[in-house]
């Protein structure tokens, strides 16, 4: 996720002094609401609310009803201000429990469905959420403000664990260098503290293009809030959740994201490799439940220049088919 919540005269963000932050689109939006043709009426769901700037904008292209989730309770608690309508439902919980919710509730099918993947701009930009090396803050990164923080993690698990949750969901080559460090350092309560860290391990000085922390903030935060299987499973919940023809929009924000959205859209389009005389063709597979309806699609320029942040959003897209959801292989 990427926004920045507009502005609302004298309101603050829940759980925070500081006031909401000057308006701003989310990334893609224009995009988004193309590739979901509303028709006036329909019922959508948001599943990434943050500060509801996609719900603004389908509610703005005509749906009669937008059923938003978001795990963060202070999304929920300032929704009503941010977007007072009437036709919105604000709902605290996981997009991955859409398919529970929207079922239990006797909203289900809908005709579309937004995921915006990551951090949002609005948790970002709140220093006590812990979650940027910006600004000092406690070593937190819980969205949904409950569990083990980053700190919990960082202090208790064993030098190995860290080095790998920073090399596979960093990326970064030095993972073991940084976790020896860490394990050194301890106890780390602050996100000063893990960036000084980082910053050592790997150099810095003033002006670098990217700091180096980058990569060890965005792994330890996709660790703690287990980012990757909310995606997995949230697909498989719009799968179930959306009717017919309804369409599902995804927003991601780095390849291990997309690389998910990008294999579960080839399975369940049935876009299986071909058979050849040196590998056989496989036996068909269930019927496919979703159809891509157009190639990943980026930011333009004029979007990059009033937001940097979008410059690695990617948005796909598809269409769902009339065939039943795919069964769920045996554990």
């Not at 997009?95 to 529970?100: C, E, G, I, P």
């Not at 406690?138 to 090399?167: C, K, Y």
């Not at 596979?168 to 602050?190: M, Q």
Request: hydrophobic share 40%; aromatic share 4%.
């Amino acid at each position: 996720m990427s926004e920045v919540p507009p502005s609302v005269p004298g309101a603050t963000l829940a759980g925070s002094q500081e006031p909401v932050a000057a308006a701003h689109k989310p990334v893609l939006v224009d995009e988004v609401v193309e590739a979901l043709a509303i028709a006036p009426g329909e019922t959508h769901v948001d599943g990434t609310f943050g500060a509801g700037g996609y719900t603004r904008a389908m509610l703005r292209a005509g749906a009669g009803r937008v059923i938003a989730f978001d795990r963060d309770p202070d999304a929920i608690a300032n929704g009503p201000s941010l977007v007072p309508d009437s036709r919105l439902t604000l709902i605290h919980e996981r997009f991955s429990q859409m398919a529970a919710v929207l079922d239990a509730e006797g909203l289900a099918p809908v005709d579309g469905i937004t995921l915006d993947i990551g951090v949002s701009s609005m948790q970002l930009d709140q220093r006590e959420r812990g979650f940027s090396f910006r600004d000092d803050g406690p070593l937190d990164m819980r969205m949904s403000q409950d569990g083990p923080s980053a700190a919990d993690f960082l202090n208790t698990a064993d030098e190995a664990e860290i080095a790998r949750v920073i090399r596979t969901y960093g990326d970064e080559p030095r993972a073991k260098s940084l976790a020896r460090a860490i394990v050194a350092a301890r106890p780390l309560t602050r996100t000063a503290e893990l960036a000084a860290v980082c910053r050592k391990v790997l150099g810095w000085h003033a002006g670098m293009k990217t700091d180096p922390s980058t990569r060890t903030f965005q792994a330890i935060r996709i660790h703690v809030n287990a980012e990757l299987e909310e995606l997995e499973a949230g697909l498989e919940a719009a799968e179930r959740s959306l009717r017919p023809g309804g369409r599902l929009a995804v927003v991601t924000f780095h390849s291990l994201e997309d690389r998910i959205v990008k294999q579960f859209l080839k399975v369940r389009s049935g876009a299986a490799p071909a058979g050849s005389r040196h590998r056989p063709a496989v036996a068909a597979g269930p019927a496919p439940t979703f159809r891509a309806v157009a190639k990943p699609i980026s930011a333009g320029e004029a979007e990059l220049l009033d937001n940097p942040r979008a410059r690695s959003a990617r948005l796909r897209t598809a269409v769902r088919t009339e065939a039943p959801v795919t069964p769920r292989k045996a554990a």
